[in-house]
């Protein structure tokens, strides 16, 4: 699978970029980003991510609203990372709008979600994605949000 190319490498951690915390941050760096979308990683593990002890236990799979969250994030750290927000340190992401949602794959401990997110809209306060999650190469998630994005 080849993924698209963005004007601007960045190989940011997620934390530099956004306002999130473990045990919810879900954006392990952000690899480049432009005007047209960004693309980021994150990889699932069952010592990061408590929420596998109690979802389906015997075979866990990452929830459907983190995964959606998730990719959401990576959305929001391309914005950060191109000044977009004005960033002071303290931008806000809220989700505002999730249609049509997609699940075409499970996503299991020790995956690693790349994250593709497509601008469709920036204007403030509203900005829209296209948001599309693959493992090894095979398209896992897909939907479109829509976030009211800020500074605090």
Same mark, same amino acid.
């Given at each position: ?6 004007k601007t490498?960045?190989n940011?951690e997620?934390?530099k970029?956004?306002p999130?915390?473990p045990p ?5 760096k952000?690899i480049?980003a432009d005007?047209?979308?960004?693309i ?5 593990t069952l010592?990061?991510?408590d929420?596998?002890k109690g979802h389906?236990?015997?075979?866990? $799979?990452?929830?459907g609203?983190? %995964?959606?969250e998730?990719?959401?994030?990576v959305a929001?750290? +391309?914005?950060v /990372?191109?000044?977009?927000v004005?960033?002071?340190g303290?931008?806000?992401f809220i989700?505002?709008a999730?249609d049509?949602v997609?699940f075409?794959?499970?996503v299991?401990?020790g995956?690693k ?5 497509e601008? $469709?809209?920036?204007?403030?306060? %509203?900005a ?5 999650g693959y493992?090894? +190469?095979?398209l /896992? ?7 009211m994005v800020g500074?605090k």
């Amino acid at each position: 699978m080849e993924f698209p190319t963005f004007k601007t490498t960045y190989n940011i951690e997620g934390e530099k970029l956004l306002p999130h915390r473990p045990p919810f941050l879900f954006v392990d760096k952000l690899i480049a980003a432009d005007e047209t979308g960004s693309i980021g990683e994150y990889t699932y593990t069952l010592e990061k991510n408590d929420f596998f002890k109690g979802h389906f236990p015997d075979y866990p $799979i990452v929830p459907g609203v983190v %995964l959606i969250e998730s990719m959401a994030q990576v959305a929001g750290a +391309g914005i950060v /990372a191109r000044g977009i927000v004005g960033f002071t340190g303290k931008a806000s992401f809220i989700l505002a709008a999730v249609d049509g949602v997609r699940f075409r794959r499970p996503v299991r401990p020790g995956d690693k979600l790349i994250t593709v997110a497509e601008v $469709i809209r920036v204007r403030r306060p %509203l900005a829209s994605f296209a948001l599309k999650g693959y493992v090894n +190469g095979e398209l /896992a998630c897909d939907c479109t949000v829509k976030c009211m994005v800020g500074d605090k």
